[in-house]
């Protein structure tokens, strides 16, 4: 954990906490739902602190909790263990490679069946927790139906679906939200030295993800994107262009299709780079400075030119297509080859 997390755009979830910390009615089990890279964890964290500070009120620790203002550091040697990941009451249970296993588990059972050794709430914090397999998952179910005294469990997940309902049932669910556009370019802006055109762009494909935009921020990250976005576009203006599609063979628009689907794992963000720029061709008919990606501005002013605004209408709703598809499970190339036609037509 960082020397003090930030908590950003997250108000609903921090009044909540709060009204828990304030009240003295900390359940037994939270459940914290939202995409990777809002603050899940860093909350969790601060909530352990918060439940164990020797200086402050509980809590005063998410009172403007989107401010990083150094009078919301404590030094007591509670805070100061947590922060460090060295408090022997405050447990993190992460998925050993692919998935939490239920040796982990049975690990942490052991150790609630002990007293805490010095907290005065001991916080178990499940991250990932979709990643648990089913004995996991049965065994969690277990500590869930005896809680220890004097302990918290923290599960976090992107969507509650993700668990057993009789695991989401035995928590109090606290949602997160994805972080806004404008919050993620002013950390990009102002602690990353970006300039407000990349943070612009970067924010949008974050998707609410402060962890994410970070991650593409990063030296090689960057380079990577920004070369996979110049391929897209050139490739994409040459197929739409107000060209036929039998002037483009298909041949080469299914080897389009097919480079686009080799890595799976960062198609949904291609994706979302293609559908940003077809909005971007829209809206340049009408407000041309409200653009997104305003060094493609002459790439945009060519296809807005010889393309209808129903005809790009048509190309976003293919990819959002594509993309409802892929996140159903179905076939993925099949699903980018039926999107490429169409993007191409």
Same mark, same amino acid.
């Given at each position: /954990? ?28 939270? $459940? ?7 603050? !899940? ?28 203002? !150094? ?17 022997? +009451? ?11 296993? =239920?040796?982990?588990? &049975? ?8 007293? #805490?050794?010095?907290?005065?709430? *001991?916080?178990? =914090?499940?991250?990932?927790? *979709? ?15 005896? #809680?220890? &005294? *004097? ?8 969507? %509650? ?13 606290? &949602?997160?939200? #994805? ?8 950390? $990009? ?25 970070? %991650? ?23 197929? /739409? ?19 686009? %689907?080799?890595?799976?794992? =960062? ?12 909005? +971007? ?33 048509? !190309? ?9 598809? =892929? !996140?159903?499970?179905?076939?993925? *190339? ?6 490429? /036609?169409?993007?191409?037509?």
């Amino acid at each position: /954990m960082s020397k003090l997390a930030v908590i950003i755009d997250q108000k609903k979830p921090v009044q909540l906490l709060t009204s828990l910390l304030r009240h003295n009615t900390i359940p037994n089990a939270l $459940l914290f739902t939202g995409v990777e890279g809002v603050g !899940k964890c860093a909350t969790a964290m601060m909530f352990a602190m918060a439940c164990n500070c020797l200086n402050k009120d509980p809590w005063s620790f998410f009172q403007s909790a989107n401010q990083a203002t !150094k009078n919301r550091i404590c030094y007591c040697k509670a805070c100061v263990k947590i922060r460090s990941g060295n408090h022997p +009451d405050i447990i993190h249970i992460k998925p050993s490679g692919a998935y939490i296993k =239920i040796g982990q588990i &049975r690990s942490l059972q052991d150790v609630l069946a002990m007293k #805490p050794y010095e907290a005065r709430m *001991r916080v178990v =914090i499940i991250s990932d927790a *979709r990643a648990m397999n089913p004995s996991a998952g049965n065994a969690l179910l277990k500590v869930l139906e005896e #809680p220890p &005294r *004097r302990t918290v469990l923290i599960i976090t997940a992107i969507q %509650s679906s993700d668990l057993l309902p009789t695991i989401v049932s035995r928590c109090q669910h606290i &949602r997160f939200n #994805p972080i806004s556009r404008k919050s993620l370019e002013d950390v $990009l802006v102002g602690k990353k030295g970006l300039d407000y055109d990349d943070a612009k762009t970067i924010a949008t494909l974050a998707r609410g993800s402060l962890s994410k935009a970070l %991650s593409m921020v990063e030296s090689k990250n960057r380079i990577k994107w920004v070369n996979r976005r110049s391929w897209l576009i050139n490739s994409l203006s040459l197929n /739409m262009a107000g060209q036929q599609r039998s002037t483009k063979p298909v041949a080469s628009l299914l080897a389009f299709a097919a480079e686009l %689907s080799k890595n799976k794992e =960062i198609l949904q963000d291609t994706l979302e780079i293609i559908k940003l720029w077809l909005r +971007d061709i829209v809206v340049y008919k009408s407000c041309p400075e409200k653009i997104i990606n305003r060094d493609l501005v002459d790439n945009i002013q060519k296809v807005a030119q010889k393309l209808t605004i129903e005809q790009i209408i048509e !190309k976003i709703e293919a990819v959002r297509t594509a993309q409802k598809g =892929i !996140k159903a499970g179905a076939n993925l *190339r099949l699903t980018v080859e039926a999107m490429v /036609m169409q993007l191409a037509n």
